[in-house]
């Protein structure tokens, strides 16, 4: 069946300008995340969406990160007035049981790789 | 925060040999320990995981270990091959990653 899809799978951008990333999770999937993984590191949670409402902003870095999920699927990533340090790959993962529920598997999208110039 | 560190951050072997990636994790409450492969320009993959009631779980030529007491758990790849290639993430649960492990099997 289909998987995690991401769209666009490459953006460049100027510092400054709004960019939006989008993820269509596998179907059915209630619990959507949001990964940023920096050249050569680990991946690091930005929020976590349970349907329609995310219970865990915590990772997002700052107010210029913003995100929604609109009928339990598709979500976007907002980042407004981008800089350089946004520069990463933003990944996508979806489950099909919430978060605390360890006897589940993520599924991950492929990634948009955004480049601020 | 929790917190996971991963070690090493690149390991070279020839085919054939076995490799062994090292995590340790900061919260005593994690219970659920999942590995992922990630190629080049590609999501992370889940390759085996294991949960805090068992010590120890294999499938086929990869294996994950668990020590609680020590908080640290590791993943064994035997008769490696090339296309184990790739860069190894250890999670504590769903959030928290460790920073990766660039494997290179050498033919």
């Known amino acids: 069946g289909a998987g995690v899809s991401q769209s666009p799978s490459n953006k460049v951008t100027e510092k400054g300008k709004d960019v939006e990333l989008r993820c269509d999770p596998i179907?059915?999937?209630?619990?959507l995340y949001w990964y940023r993984q920096r050249l050569g590191q680990g991946l690091e949670f930005l929020i976590y969406?349970?349907?329609?409402?995310?219970?865990?902003k915590s990772g997002l870095p700052s107010d210029r990160f913003s995100a929604e999920r609109t009928g339990e699927s598709v979500s976007t990533l907002t980042i407004q007035r981008t800089q350089q340090e946004d520069s990463a790959v933003y990944l996508c993962?979806?489950?099909?049981?919430?978060?605390?529920?360890?006897?589940?598997?993520?599924?991950f999208g492929p990634g948009t790789r955004l480049t601020v110039l | 925060g929790e917190n996971v560190e991963q070690h090493p951050s690149t390991l070279s072997v020839q085919e054939g040999d076995s490799a062994v990636i090292k995590c340790t994790y900061s919260?005593?409450?994690?219970?659920?320990f999942p590995w992922y492969k990630q190629e080049l320009g590609k999501g992370p993959q889940l390759i085996i995981d294991?949960?805090?009631?068992?010590g120890e779980k294999k499938d086929q030529r990869i294996a994950v270990t668990l020590n609680k007491t020590a908080k640290h758990f590791s993943l064994h790849i035997t008769e490696t091959q090339p296309e184990d290639s790739a860069v190894y993430f250890c999670?504590?649960?769903?959030?928290?990653f460790g920073q990766g492990t660039e494997l290179s099997v050498k033919p």
């Open positions: 993962a979806s489950s099909s049981l919430p978060l605390g529920l360890s006897r589940d598997t993520q599924y």
């Open positions: 179907s059915g999937h209630t619990a």
């Open positions: 969406f349970q349907g329609n409402s995310a219970p865990d």
């Open positions: 919260d005593s409450a994690s219970n659920y």
């Open positions: 294991i949960r805090s009631n068992v």
């Open positions: 999670a504590a649960g769903k959030l928290i």
